[in-house]
């Protein structure tokens, strides 16, 4: 799995202009800026700090871009990953048709007087530290200054080859004119707009973390659907690799009261043919999970009073959870029965799947629980862990009834739900 960059190593400058003196405006540009530097700052996307990510908004100086540019490549750790956005109108120069990335004040009859010539922004990003580069131009080529772009080859692919980097990553958007790539009454530019729904949506079949070319990929197949000029990428050393942001499906995906089973392939002892159901799963913390297909066979200690010995499931043992903290006393997993209050000191985890302290009255909870199961230890992820586990195909994921963890036939419980997952998975 692809790792993110250091928000604290990074550095980000993203670069818009809304408002022209000789271009029709672009509004959409505005929030293309604020929606990027929030997908950015995001601590679940990426966590990169306010002051790491300079915004530069309907600027007219080209100098003081470049100098903000150079700044940044500067800034950036080799750790770290630099980020460079531009949003407005792209043109080629009349006389030697390199790209210019247009200012407020650029006139498209002569854009090297008063634009951001490509080649000062390739070359600050050519000087950076960083080993991470990636280079985001949501513009018009052609733009007002070409018209039309050139026969047989896309303006796109002209002036990806001419503004390749080494090790950087260069994503561009390529509208053949403004109207279809920036649609009426929408809030962003047509590209922007759906590479923020892929970063802040996310993809619930990708990793945890999203590299640029699953990025690019999703966005092109979202424009494609539209109607819209689809965007291209080119990339150099892998380029295309690069982490970008959390996948928020992922990490917004609730795996709390989910049970994921050992694929065969496991030979780690503590999870061979295991079913584990996810009790905790918190961003930065890590999750935590109970084996719930290993009884012991030994009979219940004695410290178990006999109000919960009633209550419990058959086989009414306890269960071996896992090797951690098995001194720590016992996790009580309970089932409610449908349509009842929670009791006291009940801590739910899924639909009517909870903990329940042991410290609790058990007297009256007969006509309240429809399973109790008693766990002794269980077994730890670190942070992002549990994710790894899965995208790398350790575990499945099951989408087992909750009933399953109070099985009268535990032992057979991998068998059964590792054949589902497997056919899930299909």
Do not use: K
Not at 307 to 327: K, Y
């Amino acid at each position: 799995m692809a790792e993110l960059a250091d928000p604290r190593a990074s550095r980000a400058v993203l670069v818009g202009s809304a408002r022209y003196g000789a271009l029709p405006e672009v509004p959409a540009v505005t929030r293309n800026l604020t929606g990027l530097s929030g997908v950015f700052a995001d601590p679940d996307l990426w966590g990169l700090a306010p002051e790491h990510c300079t915004v530069l908004a309907d600027h007219d100086d080209p100098r003081l871009v470049s100098r903000e540019l150079r700044r940044a490549a500067d800034e950036v750790q080799p750790e770290g990953m630099l980020v460079v956005y531009y949003a407005g109108h792209g043109l080629v120069d009349p006389v030697d048709s390199s790209l210019v990335l247009a200012l407020r004040d650029t006139d498209p009859a002569v854009p090297h007087e008063a634009g951001l010539p490509f080649e000062h922004l390739r070359r600050a990003v050519a000087t950076s530290r960083a080993r991470r580069r990636l280079v985001i131009l949501d513009c018009c080529y052609a733009g007002r200054a070409a018209g039309h772009m050139a026969a047989g080859e896309s303006g796109t692919q002209v002036v990806a080859d001419q503004a390749g980097t080494d090790e950087t990553c260069l994503l561009v958007s390529a509208p053949r004119n403004r109207t279809a790539q920036a649609p009426p009454g929408e809030p962003y530019t047509a590209f922007t707009g759906e590479l923020l729904r892929v970063l802040r949506g996310g993809l619930p079949d990708r990793p945890a973390v999203l590299d640029v070319r699953t990025v690019w990929r999703e966005v092109t197949l979202r424009l494609r659907e539209r109607g819209f000029e689809l965007p291209e990428l080119r990339m150099g050393n892998a380029g295309d690799e690069l982490a970008l942001v959390r996948n928020a499906a992922r990490h917004h995906r609730d795996l709390v009261g989910r049970i994921v089973v050992a694929t065969a392939a496991v030979d780690d002892r503590d999870l061979r043919q295991a079913a584990v159901l996810i009790l905790r799963h918190e961003r930065g913390r890590g999750a935590v999970g109970v084996r719930i297909n290993t009884p012991t066979g030994h009979p219940l200690p004695a410290e178990i009073p006999a109000g919960w010995r009633r209550l419990l499931t058959p086989p009414a043992v306890v269960f071996d959870a896992g090797p951690l903290s098995r001194a720590e006393g016992f996790i009580a997993v309970a089932r409610l029965r449908p349509d009842v209050e929670p009791p006291l000191r009940f801590r739910p985890v899924r639909e009517r799947l909870g903990v329940i302290a042991l410290s609790a009255d058990p007297a009256p909870l007969a006509p309240v629980i429809a399973g109790l199961r008693l766990f002794s230890g269980y077994l730890g992820w670190g942070p992002e862990q549990l994710e790894a586990d899965i995208d790398g195909g350790l575990l499945l994921l099951s989408d087992s009834d909750v009933r399953e963890v109070h099985s009268s036939r535990p032992r057979e419980l991998w068998t059964t739900l590792h054949a589902r997952a497997r056919g899930d998975a299909g």
